[in-house]
């Protein structure tokens, strides 16, 4: 006896029989053998036969044949109507079919004979000619009308059919807009309930480990450095988002494997328990949002998107599997899996699961012949039965091996699965044929459409004739209907609505007709769209929504009770503002996260503003004068943007943070990570606004001590791009530092990195002048800060270290800072133990250039501001004052303190102060008079002071009186601090070691001008000594 190589397998050449043949063969031998694959497929018309189209442009001389067809079309369609096991339908259309295979050739025949003789041969002239209508037509006839029935008519002027072609010209229209590029627009039918959902949520608190917040901000810091750069690079943010995308997911999955489990038991349902925590339920959505939009798979070391197909049927099996040992149990049972009540169902759910191997493996060791009838009773299947359900078995086995999703390949579109559902549909066609004794002409009828009237008697008389058990027969048909895409096989062997949806997006053939004979979800313009192969992201989000939504359709419904079960509504939907407010409901770091990933993937739309746009500068009680309505956080900032603000303000106040260090050492504060969340922000006008509520917030708390976090503050936004708040964070900072200590180097500097010059100035001019009413160095050097001991001590590497910091307030810093330090370089030599001729050289030359640096602003005797000099003008009287100790005093017949020695001062040091002393000469009266007034108090501040007055007396008349004073007037700050160093009690510096004190010869009644007296006479004295000098050899005398 042959084997046979497929269903339906024709003999062998010696007439052997088929293995499978009976009654329904010999039929079939009758009709002239079986029928080939190819001419089954066309619908078994003839070679050279006309095709329907040519047919239909003759009507009026088929007014009965038209007749006939309509009675037998209302005949099957009142015949259509109960559903079978697994929503599989019946109906008798098998014997109209065999009966049209039979005498199609001579009906055919009496048509063309009919037309006349030169109708027909003009017919077939035209066929012969014609390459469109020679191709075959696989439409079912059923279904085919000819032009100008009147059943097309009557069926146009039904409500239905115009709805129907309303409908059509919509899906028109949309295609034509996605094929030119426009924005798809998707329905979101579960929005409003996902909305009423989420505002009654509210917004969790920030109840997370630091270790999760501080990962999942590491991760997402990542994303921008290394996936947003200078130039767009498409490719290179695709693979960052996937990559950071995959991270944050883990990281969520090892927080919540770590949580404790709920020991109460409740019933099973998708996703976690009613008892889960919410970051439990976050973590679920979060994690199916993300891998629909950024699943990749490793292709020789390569990451490659994976097809949406393939990610959602992990998924499914990863965390909606509520009978996860099921294939395995099936396979064990005894005495073969076969007799276990659920070996069709796991074979059902295993292929809508994408598990092609597992059913093959189910079918491979089906067991048929341990199937009893009833426990005790004889084996269901024995002889040619058990070897027809063999065979027919192996068949469908095979035809499942031919699957691309057996080798992991779920690009639907492809070509790959085009071949494998033609030859999928042959085998079926295969199978029918042998089972039913019948060759089945149409390739649209699926089985489902044959089955309506199984209770008729025909249906009873093809069970009893089918060569195949027909409880075996059906669910193989069911089998072939799901690797098909017939929609309702998919949804009749779906457990719950989440498998349905999932399983017609893998599955689902849009363009296969259904009940009535029509694709049940695709339009003919949704058709064309699909007919170009497109297989890119937005097709598969497209058909993932028409797969939700025709679920719906069907009994199926998710719990609208149930927030979790409506954010998986929002993700097959693609409406992610939705997910994103349902996963903020629930943690606030998981929502936050998934709206920058959504927002740098482009999978969350851009926000356009509504409610008070353009009135953002009048309060709530305007807009309600007005009648405007704000709206809300949402529609103002858009999904993100809200998200981000929320998030911020709960971390700005979480205070555990700091107590995890990284490798480093380092840890972070709350207000940290709140400031660089609110960095991110889409809008730069909020994110400012925000960050600056938050910035003064943070202010209000600073102290003397609180440099580190002044530090960070400054950095953090620096980085982010935010430099007036930065600044404005340095300046605070250095007003309480002059305020309330007496570090002045960290004064200055904080001033410098606020870019302000003049607080700057106003720090050095309060050193300075204190060193000149103490004469000497001020602050001593035992109470030097930090910052100013290392300025003076290592200047060139300390500005180099803060140049790293910031350029700008480094070379401000320098360059204020270059006066200060050559006066007090001049006291440190002058104080110093061994004063010879090179130390007084050495003090002379430090403090010409501070005379000269106090002259910039007098040049030519005319005040000009613009100059900018680094020491004020106020300063320089008592700055000459000091510098008579290096002049000749005309009263004294010795020079230089009564010492005989060579000059400390040099022709360049002589000119220097002459043209001072001009400039000073030939200058306002306001600069003469607060150069006197500042030249009296230092007088005053003289050891022994000034008799019947104290300094404090004097600083207090002085500074009544010179309001245009730059020193003292224009720094109310520097006045109260020499008032509280020389106020009541304080007196003149103690236990201080001077080389010398220029004030010690002068009277109280000195004025300027005796002081610019002396230095002329002086000067003219010790310049003609330099020219007698240089004329003698360099002898200095009298």
Request: proline share 3%.
């Amino acid at each position: 006896m042959g084997g046979s190589a497929g269903f339906g397998g024709s003999a062998s050449g010696s007439g052997t029989k088929n293995l499978f043949s009976s009654g329904a063969g010999t039929q079939g031998q009758k009709r002239g053998g079986v029928v080939p694959l190819g001419r089954s497929i066309r619908g078994g018309r003839g070679v050279g036969r006309p095709s329907g189209l040519s047919r239909s442009v003759v009507v009026g001389e088929e007014e009965s044949e038209v007749e006939e067809e309509e009675e037998e079309e209302e005949e099957r369609e009142v015949k259509r109507g109960r559903p079978g096991t697994f929503a599989v339908d019946f109906d008798e259309s098998y014997e109209d079919d065999e009966e049209d295979a039979e005498g199609e050739e001579e009906e055919e025949h009496r048509r063309d004979e009919r037309r006349g003789g030169a109708g027909r041969a003009q017919g077939h002239e035209d066929y012969d000619a014609d390459m469109w209508l020679d191709m075959p037509s696989t439409t079912p006839r059923h279904l085919r009308g000819e032009v100008g029935d009147e059943s097309d008519l009557m069926m146009l002027n039904t409500p239905a059919a115009t709805e129907r072609v309303r409908r059509e010209a919509e899906d028109i229209f949309r295609a034509s807009s996605m094929q030119a590029g426009a924005a798809r627009r998707r329905e979101h039918r579960a929005a409003a309930l996902a909305k009423d959902i989420y505002t009654q949520m509210g917004t969790a608190e920030l109840t997370e480990a630091p270790q999760v917040i501080l990962g999942t901000e590491a991760m997402i810091n990542r994303l921008y450095d290394d996936g947003v750069g200078e130039a767009d690079d498409e490719e290179r943010l695709e693979d960052t988002l996937a990559t950071v995308a995959g991270r944050v997911a883990k990281l969520w999955q090892g927080y919540v494997d770590k949580l404790p489990d709920s020991d109460q038991e409740h019933t099973a349902e998708i996703g976690p328990g009613p008892q889960a925590s919410p970051f439990e339920k976050a973590n679920y959505l979060a994690h199916l949002a993300l891998q629909v939009h950024h699943s990749r798979y490793d292709d020789g070391g390569l990451d490659k998107p994976e097809p949406l197909p393939a990610t959602l049927f992990g998924w499914l099996n990863e965390y909606h599997n509520l009978y996860a040992q099921q294939i395995e149990d099936v396979l064990r049972h005894r005495p073969s899996p076969a007799c276990h009540s659920l070996f069709w169902e796991s074979i059902f759910i295993s292929l809508l699961r994408g598990n092609v191997n597992d059913a093959i493996d189910l079918l491979q060791n089906a067991g048929w012949g341990h199937v009893k009838k009833s426990q005790r009773g004889e084996y269901a299947y024995s002889g040619q039965a058990l070897a027809n359900v063999e065979s027919a078995t192996a068949d469908t086995i095979t035809m499942l091996e031919t699957c691309p999703g057996l080798d992991a390949n779920w690009e639907i579109w492809s070509s790959d699965w085009t071949l494998f559902r033609v030859r999928a549909q042959g085998t079926l066609e295969h199978l029918r044929r042998f089972a039913e004794g019948k060759g089945n002409n149409s390739l649209g009828d699926s089985f489902a459409a044959s089955t309506r009237s199984r209770s008729s008697m025909a249906g009873l008389a093809r069970r009893a004739e089918s060569q195949v058990p027909w409880e075996i027969y059906e669910n193989l048909n069911i089998v072939f209907d799901i690797v098909l895409g017939s929609q309702d096989a998919i949804v009749g062997a779906a457990q719950d609505w989440c498998e349905a949806t999932i399983g017609l997006f893998g599955w689902w053939d849009e363009r296969r007709p259904e009940k009535n004979g029509m694709a049940a979800s695709l339009s003919k313009s949704q058709t064309m769209v699909l007919s170009n192969g497109a297989s890119d992201v937005e097709s598969y989000l497209d058909r993932l929504s028409r797969a939700f939504h025709a679920t719906l359709d069907s009994d199926f419904h998710y719990n609208s009770t149930s927030p979790l079960e409506v954010g998986m509504a929002c993700v097959f939907e693609d409406n992610i503002k939705a997910v994103i407010g349902l996963l903020r409901g629930w943690s606030l770091p998981i929502a936050s996260a998934v709206a920058e990933i959504a927002s740098l993937g482009r999978w969350l739309p851009p926000h356009r503003r509504t409610g008070a746009f353009g009135f953002e500068d009048l309060d709530m009680d305007d807009l309600e004068v007005l009648g405007m309505d704000p709206g809300s956080p949402d529609e103002v900032d858009g999904i993100k943007d809200s998200t981000l603000v929320q998030y911020a303000q709960a971390l700005a106040h979480y205070q555990e943070l700091s107590s995890v260090q990284d490798k480093s050492g380092s840890s972070k504060d709350g207000w940290e990570l709140a400031i660089n969340v609110l960095g991110r922000m889409d809008s730069p006008e909020r994110s400012e606004e925000m960050v600056g509520l938050l910035v003064r917030d943070l202010l209000d708390g600073l102290h003397v001590e609180s440099s580190g976090t002044v530090d960070r503050i400054w950095t953090l936004l620096n980085s982010l791009g935010m430099i007036p708040f930065a600044e404005e964070t340095a300046e605070s900072y250095g007003e309480i530092l002059k305020r309330d200590s007496h570090r002045y180097g960290e004064a200055m500097w904080y001033y410098a990195l606020a870019h302000r010059p003049n607080k700057v100035r106003d720090v050095m001019n309060l050193l300075i002048s204190y060193s000149l009413v103490q004469s000497t160095a001020y602050p001593p050097t035992s109470e030097l800060d930090p910052y100013l001991q290392r300025l003076l001590a290592d200047r060139n590497k300390t500005l180099e270290e803060c140049a790293k910091q910031d350029l700008e307030a480094a070379e401000l810093l320098g360059k204020m800072l270059s006066g200060y330090a050559s006066l007090r370089q001049f006291y440190d030599v002058r104080d110093s133990a061994v004063l010879d001729t090179a130390a007084r050289q050495q003090a002379a030359a430090a403090l010409v250039s501070v005379i000269a640096s106090s002259d910039d602003n007098i040049r030519g005797g005319l005040y000009d501001q613009t100059r900018d000099g680094i020491v004020s003008e106020d300063f320089l009287l008592a700055l000459l004052g000091e510098a008579t100790a290096f002049v000749t005093n005309s009263d004294n017949t010795n020079i230089h303190h009564g010492q005989a020695s060579e000059p400390a001062i040099t022709l360049d040091h002589i000119d220097t102060m002459l043209k001072a002393l001009e400039d000073l000469h030939e200058v306002g009266d306001r600069v003469k008079n607060a150069c006197e007034e500042f030249l009296q108090v230092v007088l005053a501040a003289a050891p022994g002071g000034l008799k019947g007055s104290t300094p404090a007396d004097l600083l207090k008349k002085s500074t009544g009186n010179i309001s245009g004073s730059y020193v003292l007037g224009g720094s109310s700050v520097m006045v109260s601090q020499l008032q509280k160093s020389l106020g009541p009690g304080a007196g003149p510096a103690k236990n201080v070691k001077r080389g010398w004190d220029w004030r010690k010869d002068m009277r109280a009644d000195t004025k300027g001008e005796d002081v610019m007296r002396r230095l002329r006479l002086g000067l003219a004295k010790d310049l003609a000594g330099l020219w007698l000098a240089e004329a003698d050899g360099g002898v200095w005398g009298v």
